[in-house]
């Protein structure tokens, strides 16, 4: 009776001792891995510009129809260019499929793990909000 008593014990101050294993969530953020793929993100160029060139493959091949508009224009040169690309994250299920089917590597899919919103409008990225300055996109592309 008094061993297992002494083994329940001794395995408390054990655990007392030891270091957390716990992170401190808003502070300490928890690193994703490699293949952790987030919401889509239009990469931009070296110059600054977009690499889409508005061929509608990725809103083609989304088996959710989370990418709702993409409306081509042409350049001067007779490049193309998207003037408004909107995706509904709430209805994206995060399968990457709009990035194997991107022939430019214009649409990836970052890191961001927290979408969580009150107001669902506020998950209906447009084209502005799809290029970010300080990408997350993670580093050690898989595909």
């Known amino acids: ?24 969530y808003p502070e300490v953020k928890r690193p994703v891995y490699p293949r ?9 160029n070296d110059d600054g510009s977009r690499r ?9 091949v989304c088996p959710s129809k989370a ?24 209805r994206c299920i995060f399968c990457g499929f709009c990035q194997e089917a991107c022939p ?11 979408l969580a919103q009150y107001d669902k409008s506020i998950l209906v990225y447009d084209i502005n909000k799809l290029t970010q300055e300080t990408s997350q996109i993670r580093m050690p592309d898989w595909l």
């Open 1 to 24: 009776m008094i061993i297992p008593l002494l083994k329940g014990l001794a395995t408390t101050l054990k655990h007392c001792f030891s270091k957390p294993i716990t992170l401190q």
């Open 52 to 60: 889409c060139v508005a061929c509608t493959l990725c809103k083609v």
């Open 67 to 90: 990418i709702k508009v993409i409306e081509p224009a042409e350049g001067e040169h007779h490049e193309k260019y998207p003037v408004q690309f909107i995706i509904d994250l709430t």
């Open 36 to 44: 952790f793929r987030g919401h889509p993100e239009l990469v931009i």
């Open 104 to 114: 430019k590597g214009a649409i990836k899919l970052n890191n961001l793990y927290e």
